[in-house]
């Protein structure tokens, strides 16, 4: 039986079919029995927040990439727990969500910083059962990895040091090229 719960991490197995989650790791932040939400949290992009949300000062808040399913908004993760009203505790000391006017006022009033909060565009998604499947085809690997790791800036680099973390046949697929045929 597959353990899924909101805060472990999942690890996207170096052959995956879906080049969107090449060496990915995402953030479970929500699952029950219809559906389960994450977040890919080392796709980084060369966008920040306050280029496309209006009236956020300029700031060093990049943007990553959540996941293919509605690009157009914007998911976040924090540390600040009750501080952001309306969040989601994920687990101890990882929130999801919140009211977004008060992360706007304290990134303008410089009471926030990158290290407390990482913004996304869009989220992952399985239906029902879909990524319980996934996971028994070996296209994702379960990880207890520290969340800590989802709030670091990170890219794809990161997927390589887990994967080296986690030894045997994980750390030799850690230096896999994108297209292995090239290799």
């Known amino acids: 039986m597959v353990n899924l719960k909101s805060g472990r991490i999942l690890i996207s197995e170096p052959l995956i079919n879906d080049k969107r989650f090449f060496k990915s790791i995402i953030l479970i932040t929500c699952h029950s029995k219809i ?7 080392n796709q980084p992009t060369k966008l920040y927040l306050h280029e496309i949300i209006d009236g956020i000062k300029e700031s060093d808040f990049q943007l990553y990439i959540g996941g293919p ?12 727990g009750n ?20 992360v706007k006022k304290m990134i303008n009033n410089n009471e926030i910083s990158n290290n407390e909060i990482k913004f996304f565009m869009g989220y992952s998604g399985w239906h029902e059962d879909q990524l319980e499947n996934e996971i028994k085809e070996k296209s994702w690997i379960l990880d207890d990895s520290s969340t800590k790791v989802c709030m670091q800036k990170s890219n794809s680099e990161l997927w390589s040091k887990i ?10 697929w850690s230096n896999l090229p994108i297209n292995p045929n090239l290799n």
């Open 35 to 41: 559906e389960t939400l994450g977040l890919i949290v």
């Open 163 to 172: 994967a080296k973390k986690k030894g045997g046949q994980y750390a030799i």
């Open 69 to 80: 399913v509605e690009q157009n908004a914007i998911q976040f993760i924090h540390t600040l």
């Open 83 to 102: 501080v952001i009203k309306n969040s989601i505790r994920i687990n101890k000391g990882l929130y999801w969500g919140g009211d977004f006017s008060i």
